[in-house]
């Protein structure tokens, strides 16, 4: 079984923000902290941009259905940049998997 990167980002700002998309989309488990705690974003929203990410990018997400494992931190990527850095990259790759049947 392959290791999970987990990457824990300080701040949101536009650093911590590209630095959690690009984490995001090389696999990692990231989660951004922000000075009060942990930044989040509600489930129910976070499934309606997982959706989003989906519909936006179908090639991306039939590869996935296919089999292709490594475009999955695309996709994961995708709903970071939408979320700014604020989902559980762990629980949006689960979601993800979820609704593409992966």
């Known amino acids: 079984m392959a290791a999970v990167m987990r990457v824990a980002i300080l701040g949101g700002g536009p650093?911590?923000?590209?630095?959690?998309?690009?984490?995001?989309?090389l696999g990692a488990d990231v989660t951004v902290v922000e000075?009060?705690?942990?930044?989040s974003v509600d489930s129910d929203e976070l499934s309606g941009i997982v959706d989003e990410a989906i519909s936006a990018n179908p090639e991306e997400a039939e590869r996935v259905k296919g089999g292709d494992k490594k475009v999955v931190g695309f996709l994961?990527?995708?709903?970071?940049?939408?979320?700014?850095?604020?989902?559980?990259?762990g629980r949006v790759r689960e979601l993800l998997m979820e609704k593409l049947g992966s």
């Open 35 to 39: 000075r009060d705690g942990l930044a």
């Open 76 to 89: 994961v990527g995708q709903v970071m940049k939408a979320t700014r850095g604020s989902a559980d990259g």
């Open 15 to 25: 650093g911590g923000y590209e630095a959690a998309l690009v984490a995001a989309q």
